[in-house]
């Protein structure tokens, strides 16, 4: 049993069904991650299982970092993340998590930061309408009105306007597993998944 894994993403193709119809997926490599520390709601107030990925050697981890991976295993890792879970007590400490932990036809969560697109205007951030592109229009991309004048005065929270696009914590729910290749430790989800290639999916089972 598995809380959920790390991986990063190598990038997307399509497979085939067997009726024929091009399915969409996303390939994720998942290098061994490990449990590092359970979280129970006596000791820490709620009930988690922590884990750790992006293995590095221990001796380069810090000296407060070494002494809690050191109750795990003889592993180190640069990053941890935290699966909250019903029963801590299924898991075992410095077990290992793989692709093998999973089966296909999961439904799992996945969450990533999507792809920055820097500063956008109303119509790319928030699918603003244009105005007129000819008779004499001068507004084609602008915001428009953004309030009344003197009751309010001031702009209500909130307001859709331009600004930073993306780069934004997303999560994509009932993500189905294809395929799995445990040799490679790639997991091979349907559709699209947070971020561009190389960034580090957070995959968790539905609860």
Known sequence: ???????????????????????PVTLVKTD????????TTETDGYNAIQVGYLEEKLTKMSKPIQGHLEKSGDKGYKKFGEFHVEDPSVYSLGSA???ESFSVG???RVTG???GKGFAGTVKRHNFGRGFMTHG???????????AGSTPGRVYPGKKMAGHLGN???TIKNTEILFISASENILVLKGSLPG????????ALNS
Do not use: W, Y
């Open 106 to 108: 999961q439904k799992v």
């Open 168 to 170: 934004q914590k997303t």
């Open 97 to 99: 998590i793989t692709a």
């Open 1 to 23: 049993m598995t809380p959920g894994i790390f991986g990063k993403k190598i990038g997307m193709t399509q497979i085939f069904d067997e009726q024929g119809s091009i399915i």
């Open 113 to 115: 930061l999507s792809i």
């Open 32 to 39: 061994s991650c490990q449990i590092c520390q359970i979280k």
């Open 137 to 147: 229009s001068k507004n084609h991309r602008s915001p428009g009105s953004i309030g």
């Open 196 to 203: 561009k290639p190389e960034n580090i999916l957070k995959i």
